[in-house]
């Protein structure tokens, strides 16, 4: 619950933080799988980020949960397509609080990498020195399960009857 009430006021924010600038978002579903090479942690985590396209500067948040310690570094690094490494790009920072959220101004060149799926987001203990969960920041809304929108209920009404669910299969 409380990780849906960050990520939808991360999202929020990032809609309606500048009505005159163009801005683009990006997530990061963070996992020991997705690291290189991958981990056995059953961390997990999230980032959301909006980049305002006039200012340059990528607003974030990173989320993360059950990692083997406390964590002790999280950075963006790139250029990289996912199952590659790269150097630190944008330092998050050490020993980061959970959420932990910033802001940076970008350049043209790490912008254009950005968009191009090469930046990823990760988080570093004492246990796993290279680190420990990551994800590959992607445009939100470009086929991942966290880019799409998160259903909302909605009241039955008159005019449109919703639509019942369908019965799981039962065992026999």
Known sequence: MFRTSILAAVCAVGFLSSASA???QFQASLSG?????PTTSSGNGDVLATLDTASKKLSYTMTYYG???????AHFHGPAASGAN??????IGT?????TSGSVTLTDAQIKDLEAGKWYANVHTEANKGGEIRGQMMRAGSGSAMAKPMAQPMKASAAA????????????
């Open 161 to 172: 009857p919703a639509a019942a669910a369908p019965a799981p299969a039962k065992k026999p």
């Open 22 to 24: 163009a801005t683009m």
């Open 33 to 37: 799988k997705s690291e290189v090479p």
């Open 67 to 73: 990692l083997s310690g406390p964590a002790t570094a």
């Open 86 to 91: 790269a150097g630190v790009v944008v330092p």
């Open 95 to 99: 020993n980061p609080a959970n959420p």
